[in-house]
């Protein structure tokens, strides 16, 4: 095997390196994509399209979210959800995934069985099958309660042209609802950090947003992201990078109350704060009213709205106007804001 | 959710409900699969053959073997080789895997990338391509170095007609190498456990074997199936309790004579230990002698042996004749032998 090892600017991997920060790309970059390429995986897209058959997207995600029961949902629900969400990212119809488990020994059965309930329901209500599985168990103290792997797989849709080299100067980003509700919802049930609320996470099966705007338009979606870990602003950071282009941000994202007083309280921004049920789309000018009009018909969207621009100067970067009219930068998060949130 | 739980047979989960044996299909059958039920997950395979686009096999498992570096190769060929080989079982050509890894803070990026070198080398060594991933990092403490998980896509064989269905009374039974090697391999450096040796893990892909299998005899080969957590003894139980139908097994189950004293010393039984580099193929009788002849061509079937027969009689049971002529019934793994071997 001819592959030395690259010099790495870490000796260590830690918590921030899961992150999908910066961090995380380094991680990546530091030779693993490189080592495993192939013109699929080069895509470095969160779904792979495979040429074989023409138009399957397929996709991965481990799921480690702590606690496993959370407001608003369970490991279960969040692990179906996710990855028919970025299967439905990749403009396909999320048809089927597999199911793998890692048990810590010791795991309530009765608590097993609920997070299968989640897996059930969120499968039904996404419209896709679990067409196979595995099941391993660790001892007690080497793992924690349970971790999920979900992969999906997808027909691309007919109307689909999504990718990112279709962003063009111009395009408006849309936010499909509001920002930083799961973050907020599982932090506020963490150890240490509890707080009364009733935020509860919005994690959600997306496809049944996508699918009908890829029918009613096409090509002019030219691309859609949901900015999980490191939120909103990790998703733009990554997009501006590798498209070379500049975002402008509108001083309106949609934030729900509670969760804005909650992240004030915390210090936190919602704009770094982990999302489930919300994507991003970027569209033609032209038609981002209506894309609008059409998500706010339907209860998982009803806070949709057109959040920024993609412009040609200041390429690389993200900015956001603030209340006072000025502008500062929206940098890529480094490290973990909140370990473990999916 | 109108489901409730199912009485079951055990509160908490234990490292035997991991072990490919009866605990696992008790939790399984606990109410997973209804629970979970549809027509692809019905068919109750490690891997899921897919309608959509016709001819697509799809399987997924999770890898936590301890320790992580092994005589033989590391959790990342392992993952690789596990999964091609699942889908390979399906009688299908693997062309696609996604890696997910989940990793505990802390863990050598050496390390990390020599694992990464074991997944590029297995991916070569079976053209197969990785196509998507993802990458966790939990806690110290909340892990155990690494976990990681494959999903593999392949296109069906179109001269396969691999189906539990299939098997019949008269078939042979043959299997490609010999058996028990991965489990005293990883025995062997096993804290506490370890002795002098030079055995090494199997782990290897097998899809260069059953392809021209497949090739040559076509819908005269009735079933593969890798004898990996629960060794040969839970395979063939699984299929005679499936397919109620009786196996008779040969008392000439080729075993490395290193691997062979190693059990002896342990008191552990080949036919319940795991393997990682060998198959069995249940074929119609009259190529039998045919398909042996071609496997031990190859050097990874260079062992390759009719090891027994699909009967009528005891229906249920897989028997094995003894040195002394007698017969004794060979049963289905009720916990762990080792856990985590793969």
Same mark, same amino acid.
């Given at each position: 095997m001819?592959?030395?090892?690259?010099?790495f600017?870490?000796?260590?991997?830690?918590?921030?390196?899961?992150s999908?920060g910066l961090?995380? $790309?380094?991680l990546l970059?530091?030779?693993?994509?490189?080592l495993?390429?192939?013109d699929?995986?080069d895509?470095?897209?969160?779904?792979?399209?495979?040429?074989?058959?023409g138009?399957?997207?397929?996709s991965t995600?481990?799921?480690?979210i702590?606690p496993v029961?959370f407001p608003?949902?369970?490991?279960?629900?969040?692990?179906?959800?996710?990855?028919v969400?970025d299967v439905?990212m990749c403009?396909a119809?999320?048809?089927?995934?597999?199911?793998a488990?890692?048990i810590?020994e010791?795991?309530k059965?009765?608590?097993?069985?609920?997070?299968?309930l989640?897996?059930?329901?969120a499968a039904?209500?996404?419209?896709v099958k679990?067409?196979?599985?595995?099941?391993?168990?660790v001892?007690k103290g080497?793992?924690d309660r349970?971790?999920?792997?979900?992969?999906?797989?997808?027909r691309?849709?007919?109307?689909a042209?999504?990718d990112?080299q279709?962003i063009?100067?111009?395009?408006k980003?849309?936010?499909?609802?509001?920002?930083a509700t799961?973050?907020i919802?599982?932090?506020?049930?963490?150890?240490?950090l509890?707080?009364?609320?009733?935020?509860?996470?919005?994690?959600?099966s997306?496809?049944?947003?996508?699918?009908?705007?890829?029918?009613t338009?096409?090509?002019?979606?030219h691309?859609f992201r949901?900015?999980?870990r490191?939120?909103v602003?990790?998703?733009? $950071?990554?997009?501006v990078?590798e498209r070379?282009?500049?975002i402008?941000?509108?001083?309106?994202?949609?934030?729900?109350?509670?969760?804005s007083?909650?992240?004030?309280?915390?210090?936190l921004d919602p704009?770094?704060?982990?999302n489930?049920?919300?994507?991003m789309?970027?569209?033609?000018a032209d038609?981002?009213g209506e894309v609008?009009?059409m998500?706010?018909?339907?209860t998982?969207?009803?806070?949709?709205?057109?959040i920024?621009?993609?412009?040609?100067?200041?390429?690389?970067?993200?900015?956001?106007h603030?209340?006072?009219?000025?502008?500062?930068?929206v940098?890529?998060p480094v490290g973990?804001?909140?370990?473990r949130?999916c």
């Amino acid at each position: 095997m001819q592959c030395p090892a690259p010099k790495f600017e870490f000796d260590v991997i830690t918590l921030a390196h899961g992150s999908g920060g910066l961090l995380t $790309n380094k991680l990546l970059e530091s030779g693993v994509f490189d080592l495993l390429k192939n013109d699929v995986l080069d895509q470095h897209h969160d779904g792979a399209f495979l040429p074989a058959g023409g138009n399957i997207a397929f996709s991965t995600d481990s799921f480690v979210i702590s606690p496993v029961f959370f407001p608003g949902g369970n490991i279960g629900e969040l692990s179906v959800n996710g990855t028919v969400n970025d299967v439905a990212m990749c403009g396909a119809i999320p048809e089927y995934l597999s199911l793998a488990f890692i048990i810590e020994e010791g795991l309530k059965m009765t608590e097993f069985w609920d997070i299968l309930l989640g897996v059930k329901f969120a499968a039904e209500k996404a419209g896709v099958k679990i067409v196979t599985g595995d099941t391993k168990v660790v001892e007690k103290g080497k793992g924690d309660r349970i971790f999920v792997n979900t992969s999906g797989l997808g027909r691309l849709h007919p109307a689909a042209a999504i990718d990112m080299q279709n962003i063009q100067a111009g395009d408006k980003i849309i936010i499909s609802d509001n920002i930083a509700t799961h973050g907020i919802a599982i932090l506020s049930v963490r150890q240490g950090l509890a707080f009364e609320t009733s935020i509860e996470s919005d994690t959600r099966s997306l496809n049944h947003l996508t699918i009908p705007l890829l029918d009613t338009f096409g090509k002019d979606i030219h691309l859609f992201r949901d900015p999980t870990r490191g939120g909103v602003a990790a998703t733009l $950071n990554e997009i501006v990078q590798e498209r070379n282009v500049g975002i402008v941000l509108e001083d309106n994202i949609p934030v729900d109350p509670q969760v804005s007083a909650a992240c004030e309280i915390l210090g936190l921004d919602p704009l770094y704060t982990a999302n489930e049920g919300v994507f991003m789309a970027f569209v033609k000018a032209d038609i981002a009213g209506e894309v609008v009009r059409m998500l706010r018909q339907h209860t998982d969207a009803r806070n949709a709205t057109v959040i920024g621009t993609v412009v040609e100067e200041h390429k690389g970067k993200v900015l956001i106007h603030n209340a006072m009219g000025g502008r500062r930068v929206v940098h890529m998060p480094v490290g973990e804001q909140l370990p473990r949130i999916c």
